[in-house]
């Protein structure tokens, strides 16, 4: 490792720790934790050395590197893991350049370019891990809400458990926080029964639940490389690391995408960076790249928004990016051997194919810079695709304290016309702002329409009357919003049927029970035989508005300006 790549680490506090963080040696590992909680977190306080803590391993092992949970650099940069398949029995490819095939231990392998290589599992033995249905994820400054949601998971009958996980640590002076407190609800710890759990509090709360895994053993493996002639030319235990000459990366068969959603798919993809093929936790077969976090940038920003955007809309992402590529490793897939997947779940990653000129231009402009409030802490810098005129309070959409950095304001100009509208939109003065045109940066960008700006969703009784059958409360009798947000987004909603009531919220809860709603900003109509919901925005709406940003652009403000009007208070900073 560089010398000054490992002078950036300056600090580690591990996830649930009550005593004291400790200030590391140089080298030392930010090392994430997963630990269940007895006793109410307390808040770290000042950092003390400890030069006697180990150094960080330089990433040679490809298996330690991709459960170490913590940041490894590369050239000064940090070095991130990115699933792009897993669950196979064999993973075939074609290496665009020369490749170099190291197994985990002994003699390694060169393969010429072209042809279509096969890594294939031998055999394999699943991790050991004690499973549970994740429900809830607070901040970790949200003690108190997340000791409430646990006693309200174990009043509904669970037996609902609050789990910490991830790290902090510093990096050229400043915080980064990774660290989530998870209520996770516990059966016998069999994968079994921690997806029952997930699917009957799906049923009944309208909640959307994965499996978290702690992991006791890891998974291994016996691996084989096969030669486009079909002759094995290599064996190995857990893990190969594929290293293609140059810059060409390697054309991998087949990967899929879009789980779970209307345009999941197969397509070939190619990827630069160390392709590692190891075995996964359920003892198959996965493919990670381990690329450069700047690498990994000019790939998600083209793929988050439209690559056609102003530079200094396209800048503006690069930033936010980076910081949530930051904010999410070590706390996001403790029990699999990568660190981010390539979905919406992370970010999307689709490969080299992804990358164009432009974005990548103002990956490189605004190359190591983060979001960082005015203590020093990485901010959350969140966005969402269309805010409506109007961006919310992160409190209001995920629970939790109020972030200074993440204030819902308009997103338009002040003007006469909706002057009531300029210091909220409330349930009186909704209908007016849905149905006006206020001049919001979203609208002007061009790109939130036709139908993400303002929207309507139709849904016969007879439908919706389906879709909140886990709920319990019969035929819908009435629909109502008792508390909203600055926006106008629905805190909670209340069904209210012929069996009893039911409350469903926040915002997210809401817009899954209602078939991926496009926002929370609506209103109800109940004409003849239907409900009608009539919107604005399209995502969660906190944070940066990205065709706000679009339109903010056009009108010539840098990206800086951008990014300080969507984070209050926040500054970008060069990290590496």
Not at 172 to 184: E, K, N, Q, W
Request: include cysteine; aromatic fraction near 8%.
């Amino acid at each position: 490792m560089p010398r000054r790549s490992r002078a950036l680490i300056a600090l580690v506090v591990a996830a649930c720790a009550t005593p004291k963080p400790v200030l590391l040696s140089p080298k030392a590992p930010p090392t994430p934790v997963t630990a269940e909680v007895t006793a109410p977190p307390k808040p770290s306080t000042a950092a003390e050395p400890d030069p006697a803590r180990a150094p960080i391993p330089e990433p040679n092992d490809p298996v330690e590197f991709l459960y170490a949970r913590r940041l490894s650099f590369e050239g000064g940069v940090p070095l991130v893991s990115v699933r792009i398949a897993e669950g196979q029995r064999e993973i075939a490819l074609v290496p665009q350049g020369s490749m170099h095939v190291a197994p985990r231990r002994g003699a390694s392998v060169d393969a010429p370019a072209g042809g279509e290589w096969r890594i294939k599992l031998l055999s394999g033995a699943p991790g050991v891990f004690r499973a549970t249905a994740l429900v809830e994820e607070f901040r970790y400054a949200d003690h108190d809400g997340a000791w409430a949601a646990q006693r309200t998971w174990t009043e509904r009958g669970y037996d609902a458990r609050l789990t910490t996980v991830g790290a902090a640590y510093g990096i050229a002076g400043r915080v980064v926080d990774t660290r989530r407190m998870l209520i996770v609800l516990r059966g016998d710890g069999s994968e079994a029964s921690a997806r029952a759990l997930a699917d009957d509090a799906e049923r009944r709360f309208a909640v959307r639940p994965e499996i978290n895994r702690e992991m006791i053993q890891r998974p291994s493996g016996h691996l084989a490389l096969v030669s486009p002639s079909g002759a094995p030319v290599l064996e190995g235990e857990d893990a190969f690391t594929l290293t293609i000459e140059g810059d060409a990366g390697a054309r991998v068969r087949q990967v899929e995408f879009g789980t779970g959603y209307a345009f999941h798919g197969f397509e070939d993809r190619i990827y630069a960076g160390k392709l590692i093929a190891v075995v996964d936790a359920h003892g198959t077969l996965a493919l990670v790249d381990a690329l450069p976090l700047e690498r990994l940038a000019a790939g998600i920003v083209p793929s988050e928004i439209f690559a056609t955007s102003p530079a200094e809309a396209l800048k503006a992402q690069a930033v936010t990016a980076r910081g949530e590529i930051l904010a999410k490793i070590g706390a996001r897939h403790l029990g699999d051997p990568y660190s981010l997947c390539a979905e919406q779940h992370c970010q999307v990653y689709k490969g080299l194919a992804s990358e164009l000129p432009a974005p990548s231009a103002a990956v490189a402009a605004t190359r190591g810079e983060a979001l960082f409030a005015k203590s020093g802490r990485l901010v959350d810098s969140v966005y969402s695709a269309v805010c409506g005129g109007y961006t919310e309070d992160n409190d209001v959409v995920w629970g939790g304290p109020p972030d200074p950095s993440l204030r819902g304001k308009p997103d338009f100009d002040a003007h006469d016309a909706l002057a009531d509208a300029a210091g909220g939109v409330n349930e009186s003065t909704l209908h007016r702002f849905l149905a006006s045109d206020p001049g919001a940066f979203c609208m002007a960008s061009g790109f939130a329409r036709p139908n993400k700006f303002r929207w309507e969703r139709h849904f016969s009784e007879t439908e919706l009357d389906a879709l909140v059958a886990g709920l319990g409360v019969g035929h819908v009798i009435a629909l109502r919003v008792p508390r909203r947000g600055l926006s106008g987004r629905a805190r909670a909603l209340v069904i209210e049927g012929d069996k009893g009531s039911a409350r469903v919220g926040p915002e997210l809860p809401i817009r899954r029970l209602l078939k991926n709603l496009n926002s929370a900003m609506f209103e109800v109509e109940h004409p003849a035989g239907e409900w009608v919901f009539r919107g604005g925005g399209w995502g969660h709406g906190v944070g940066m508005c990205q065709t706000g940003a679009i339109g903010r652009a056009l009108r010539g403000d840098d990206y800086k300006t951008i990014l300080k009007y969507y984070f209050s208070d926040a500054q970008v900073a060069r990290i590496y």
